[in-house]
């Protein structure tokens, strides 16, 4: 049997919820870390970005921001989901599909379903059946309410489903995407400077404030460019309704329903790498959105394409390595040969899930080292070169301008300076 590039990843058949540490508690973490993508990318960012770089900051101020950042990214990008998610799953079964009439109901969990089998009335009908066993719970009441009918629960689905997938993009890009913000208001508000805080140290007040006027008048702009973003993150998940719902066979519709699964919340809480990486996005943009000068710009822009490469690029690459050594039935197709298909170690032989896990714990380890110290290092040196150009090209100005350097003038003769004296 061949195995597509869009092989689904989550079976309702073999898919665990719970750790398994037995033999080898490394393997174990490695296993459990892979399956849980915001779990694993918190341990990448604790390790390999926020507390390295809080400590390579240049001075106390620029240490408060990046350690807000954290704050803000961890409090509501990772722990904030096992509340709200749940949540805003009963709210959606509830009011959108309303499906549900108890807010606690266990029913609730029907909207777990994944979207491929939301394709057609059929799968949906197949999908609920392998759920029901699966989480061993009974939907006929639900499936009363809509007539027996499949189609119309299949459409209350996608719904609930996209609606929560909206909410969530808006809620984590905005919540935390405004960090960048938050920390320009604090920091005018303690040290009554306008600038980026990383220069506080390099340079004089006046020199600071003068390479962010620019930057300032244009803030208005910023902040509309980020809502227009969160806009577009907040309607995108119209463009999946859309071609989950058309009847019409067009290549937008069908590629959608190849790629719905990609939208899943495995189990109602850890979300898919696609949905995680739009609510990057969302945060990142934010952030790069609110800096404060040409080279804080170049710093955020930096520090987020290298943060979201290293997490989503090193796990494709060490799942596709994994991949192309243990699985020999491909797809032969061109980008299958450049980039093989990913496998997940939990789907691994206990032989080869130990090659995987080394592989997961010298990427972190690799990553930390280079982009925890190894990026800031380059960033700081980057500043400051910035920051010297800019105080060289002023004293330069300024020495232009001197009465020294003035073109002289016509000299007094000493009648007339002793006329002028007389006079007053």
């Excluded at 803000?72 to 990008?77: D, R, T, V």
């Excluded at 058309?246 to 290549?251: E, G």
């Excluded at 020495?399 to 000493?414: C, E, H, Q, V």
Aim: net charge positive; hydrophobic share 40%.
């Amino acid at each position: 049997m061949k195995v597509s590039r869009f092989q689904n990843n989550i079976d309702i058949h073999n898919k665990t919820n719970k750790p398994n540490f037995k033999g080898n508690p490394v393997v174990g973490l490695a296993t459990y870390l892979d399956e849980r993508v915001m779990l694993g990318k918190a341990v990448l960012d604790i390790a390999a970005f926020e507390a390295p770089q809080i400590i390579m900051a240049n001075n106390n101020d620029e240490r408060r921001e990046r350690f807000n950042k954290s704050l803000f990214g961890f409090s509501l990008g990772y722990l904030s989901p096992l509340v709200t998610l749940p949540l805003t799953n009963r709210l959606a079964m509830k009011h959108i599909a309303k499906l549900t009439k108890n807010f606690v109901a266990k029913d609730s969990n029907l909207i777990q379903l994944s979207n491929k089998y939301l394709v057609n009335k059929e799968e949906t009908k197949k999908g609920v059946e392998l759920l029901s066993q699966k989480l061993k719970m009974d939907y006929k009441p639900l499936l009363d309410k809509v007539g027996g009918d499949y189609e119309v629960l299949r459409k209350k689905l996608i719904n609930a489903k996209n609606s929560v997938l909206a909410f969530d993009l808006l809620f984590t890009s905005a919540s935390i995407g405004c960090v960048g913000f938050f920390n320009n208001w604090q920091t005018k508000r303690k040290t009554k400077q306008d600038g980026f805080s990383a220069e506080f140290s390099m340079a004089d007040k006046d020199t600071v404030e003068k390479r962010a006027e620019s930057f300032k008048k244009k803030e208005p702009l910023r902040k509309a460019m980020w809502l227009g973003i969160l806009a577009g993150l907040t309607a995108s998940p119209l463009l999946l309704k859309k071609g989950l719902t058309s009847q019409q066979s067009t290549k937008f519709n069908n590629y959608i329903k190849k790629i719905a699964h990609r939208f899943d919340y495995t189990d109602g809480i850890f979300m898919s790498r696609l949905i995680l990486f739009l609510g990057t996005l969302g945060v990142q943009s934010g952030i790069i959105l609110a800096s404060r000068n040409n080279t804080e710009l170049k710093d955020t822009t930096t520090r987020s394409t290298v943060s979201t490469i290293a997490f989503f690029g090193g796990d494709i690459l060490i799942g596709s390595v994994l991949g192309d050594l243990m699985r020999k039935d491909v797809e032969k197709s061109f980008i299958n040969k450049l980039i093989p298909p990913m496998k997940r170690l939990r789907d691994l032989s206990p032989r080869d899930k130990k090659i995987g896990a080394a592989l997961y714990w010298i990427n972190l380890a690799m990553l930390s080292a280079c982009t925890g110290f190894g990026v800031p290092y380059l960033i700081n040196k980057m500043i400051r070169h910035d920051v010297n150009k800019n105080v060289q090209e002023q004293n330069k100005n300024t020495a232009n301008t001197l009465p020294f350097n003035l073109s002289p003038t016509k000299p007094i003769r000493m009648e007339d300076f002793i006329k002028r004296v007389n006079e007053q």
